[in-house]
């Protein structure tokens, strides 16, 4: 598979096949994958990769959490600017529109939408999972460098014949997630990574999300 063929086949999967992936596989994709270019070398990611028994205990606590603080923990960063341009909130809802459309929920069920999101927090049923941290005294350009990170482990999963998808919203509990991983205080947990074989016969794994052409216009409004 070419690298193009990789970036323009690779969709986020958010349904998986109850089928285990070699652990051994995802970890040589992980030290491959830290060839990706970085600022100064410092190479600030960190990965750890959770399955079996693990990622079952941790899917577990994550359904009793969840239901405890349904609008998660205290983040150190928001997902969004508290604004949002007109140009970049058009993109965010018609994002919506496609996924809850393929899935068949209303975007006016608040309770079908959050039971979705939840789903999240079991890695959507993929069998492993891989959590990033960074420390938390990075820079910008640091997190530039975790973000090429884990498009290089995409695509080498894509690469592999694996589906994945890339999970933000880990950082919701992100000190439920450290507590259980039992990871030091100056780490933060930026995001998840669900690992394993998409599902054909579920609807989500086949949205394809809009692009609009980067080189179009210099100024967004």
């Not at 960063?77 to 341009?85: E, N, Q, R």
């Not at 789903?119 to 959507?124: H, P």
């Not at 492993?128 to 975790?146: K, M």
Request: one cysteine or more; glycine letters at 6%.
């Amino acid at each position: 598979m070419s690298v193009s063929e990789a970036v323009d086949s690779r969709v986020s999967a958010r349904a998986f096949l109850d089928r285990p992936v070699p652990r051994t596989l995802v970890e040589d994709i992980l030290r491959r994958a830290a060839r990706a270019p970085s600022g100064g070398n410092l190479q600030p990611w960190l990965a750890r990769l959770v399955e079996g028994e693990e990622i079952a205990a941790l899917k577990t606590r994550m359904r009793a959490r969840v239901a405890e603080l349904p609008d998660g923990e205290p983040m150190a960063h928001g997902f969004y600017p508290p604004t949002l341009k007109p140009a970049y909130l058009a993109r965010r809802r018609r994002n919506g529109e496609i996924l809850y459309g393929a899935l068949g929920i209303d975007r006016r069920d608040p309770v079908a939408r959050k039971a979705w999101i939840d789903e999240n927090f079991q890695f959507f049923g993929a069998p492993a999972g891989v959590l990033l941290f960074i420390e938390r005294s990075s820079t910008p350009y640091q997190w530039i460098d975790l973000g090429i990170y884990l498009q290089t482990v995409l695509l080498l999963l894509r690469e592999a014949g694996l589906d994945a998808c890339p999970q933000a919203d880990w950082a919701m509990y992100a000190a439920t997630v450290a507590a259980f991983l039992d990871a030091p205080p100056d780490l933060m947990l930026i995001c998840g990574i669900a690992i394993g074989h998409a599902d054909p016969n579920r609807p989500e794994n086949f949205v394809r999300t809009e692009r609009d052409d980067p080189l179009a216009a210099f100024a967004i409004s």
